[in-house]
């Protein structure tokens, strides 16, 4: 196939409705056929990257091979996919204006005005076309966050406009996901709120050419019928977006309501190929019918917000459905444990998961969290800051260094068992310069992740500044904490185990951002069957 195809999905009436979900299981039934698509997500906010947000203000912050901090997003589309993205995935509007305002310091506009139309909406158009133009893509999937009417997606929706016009009717669409709510006061589901974003989205020259309806009830042809009408688009073009029992069921939902016939018959591809959905359906039926429950402690500081944990949760469901297992995640606020309640809170639990982090606040609870795992030997699993804490809890508790800490928490403590990297310590900006994404780690034989990963040396993604303090590494290790995974050529050490516990490992990376529905993470899979194991022996 020659000419990339474009789509672009907005999104109305409110924010989320799940753009990145309906976005990653239209690419999932496109890519069922054969079609090779990316998905990439423009977000109109003025952050360059969201590296710097608090996970409160848009969830967890995803990390790529290449050392993106993305939109979690993107996330989604790995795990529908299976295929990889990259900084060039994600886009903000800080990103676009940075790029313009450079090149207007270079004198790359030298002699002219620059202003939003047309440089700001060039860059855009340009960074939208950017994957299109690798070949490696039969259609381009873009996702522009916030909602249509917003001051800030403007330039895009222009963009888009002009990108439409470029490139023509048939190599390019809009699919426009809206929400119709139901008035139970009328016992009615209503159109209007769907018309005026529709309405809203034509003022600015865009016509929709699919809606995808998000609902919590079924959607009658009639009401089809009437939004077709009003909203001018094909009746086989309204699609109707009912809750689901999963996020994994989107896709085969979509496929019924036919919104990838729409979008190959608009854009005039061969919509005829068999759809090769084998391997997702049987991870669904896998999922959807468990053989055993566990129960899982996950202790974070930011547990009032799903979606700051998204891709643990995700890679949790993964390894539960590999081991036909269902996983009742217990969500343990860090900072409301206090010592004395913490066998209270964590009791029952057949294994501890210790969430990544920033910052002092809530880590004691995190420390008494994995004494409780490791005293009481369940299975225990700590993600970068977790394991970060699962040293820090060693020295205290096990080699009796009771002044024991990082030094992102106490500059001054006796022990700082975690310091700053080496090559942190000249480094004053906050953006984007963590050691980030993808990094090799060699593996210790005869280890719990030796066995796990079945590999000698692994990759894993990286989002940290500090790490264990080599210093203490042998002390460490002679109390019985061992450095089961270490970088090759720094000697930085990104796994530690204890060998006095059935299952207890902590990871100065995150695995859970390449955990997939096709390939679910070894270490997850690993963690969910040792607390399988631990609530049989009980
Ligand atoms: N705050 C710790 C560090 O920067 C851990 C980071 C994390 O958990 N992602 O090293």
Redesign the pocket.
């Known amino acids: 196939m020659s000419q990339t195809k474009y789509i672009f999905v907005t999104g109305g009436v409110t924010s989320s409705l799940g753009k990145g979900i309906i976005a990653a299981s239209l690419a999932k039934l496109l890519q069922a056929q054969n079609y090779r698509v990316t998905i990439q997500k423009f977000d109109p906010y003025i952050n360059v990257d969201p590296g710097t947000l608090n996970p409160y203000e848009h969830g967890e912050c995803y990390v790529t091979d290449d050392g993106a901090e993305t939109d979690l997003d993107l996330g989604h589309y790995e795990r529908f996919l299976n295929v990889k993205t990259s900084q060039a995935n994600n886009v903000t509007t800080g990103r676009v204006y940075q790029n313009v305002i450079e090149k207007e310091r270079r004198g790359e506009f030298l002699g002219k005005t620059v202003q939003v139309v047309p440089h700001i909406t060039n860059e855009i158009k340009e960074r939208m076309l950017l994957l299109g133009q690798s070949g490696d893509f039969d259609i381009i999937i873009t996702e522009i966050g916030g909602t249509v009417g917003d001051i800030e997606s403007l330039p895009y929706i222009e963009a888009v406009r002009q990108l439409i016009w470029d490139l023509g009717d048939e190599n390019a669409m809009v699919i426009h996901l809206t929400l119709v709510p139901f008035l139970s006061a009328a016992g009615e589901l209503k159109t209007k709120p769907t018309q005026h974003s529709v309405k809203t989205l034509m003022e600015s020259g865009v016509k929709a050419n699919v809606l995808v309806c998000r609902t919590e009830h079924h959607i009658s042809d009639d009401i089809k019928r009437k939004l077709a009408l009003f909203c001018n688009v094909k009746p086989e073009a309204v699609i109707q977006s009912i809750d689901a029992e999963t996020i994994y069921d989107v896709p085969l939902l979509m496929k019924e309501e036919g919104l990838d016939q729409v979008v190959l018959n608009t854009l005039n591809l061969d919509p005829n190929k068999t759809h090769d959905l084998e391997e997702w359906e049987a991870f669904l039926k896998k999922y959807k019918n468990p053989k055993h429950t566990i129960e899982i402690g996950l202790v974070g500081k930011y547990v009032e917000l799903q979606d700051s944990y998204k891709s643990i949760l995700e890679a949790i469901n993964h390894a539960g459905a590999v081991n036909e297992t269902k996983v009742n995640v217990h969500s343990i606020h860090s900072e409301h444990l206090q010592t004395q309640e913490v066998k209270e809170k964590l009791k029952g639990l057949d294994g501890i998961l210790v969430a ?3 910052g002092e606040r809530g880590i004691e609870g995190k420390i008494d969290a994995i004494r409780y795992a490791r005293e009481n030997k369940i299975p225990f699993f700590g ?3 977790g394991m ?1 804490m699962a040293v820090i809890e060693h020295a205290r508790n096990v080699m009796g260094l009771a002044d024991a800490n990082s030094t ?1 928490m106490n500059t001054a403590c006796a022990h700082p068992v975690i310091g700053l990297m080496e090559d942190q310590k000249e480094v004053t900006h906050k953006g984007g310069t ?1 050691r980030l994404g993808a990094w090799k780690c060699d593996l210790l034989p005869n280890s719990i992740v030796a066995e796990v990963y079945g590999d000698k040396t692994i990759e894993e993604r990286h ?5 264990l303090n080599n210093e203490y590494k042998k002390a460490l290790e002679d109390s019985g904490l061992k450095a089961t995974g270490v970088n090759p050529d720094t000697g930085l050490v990104e796994i530690v185990e204890n060998n006095d516990h059935p299952w207890f490992v902590g990871v100065q990376y ?1 695995p859970e951002y390449k955990s997939t529905v096709l390939n679910p993470h070894p270490l997850f899979v690993a963690f969910i069957s040792a607390a399988l194991q631990n609530k049989k022996e009980k």
């Open positions: 990544p982090g920033f993600i970068c800051l970060q992102e963590m989002r940290h500044r500090f790490e995150h």
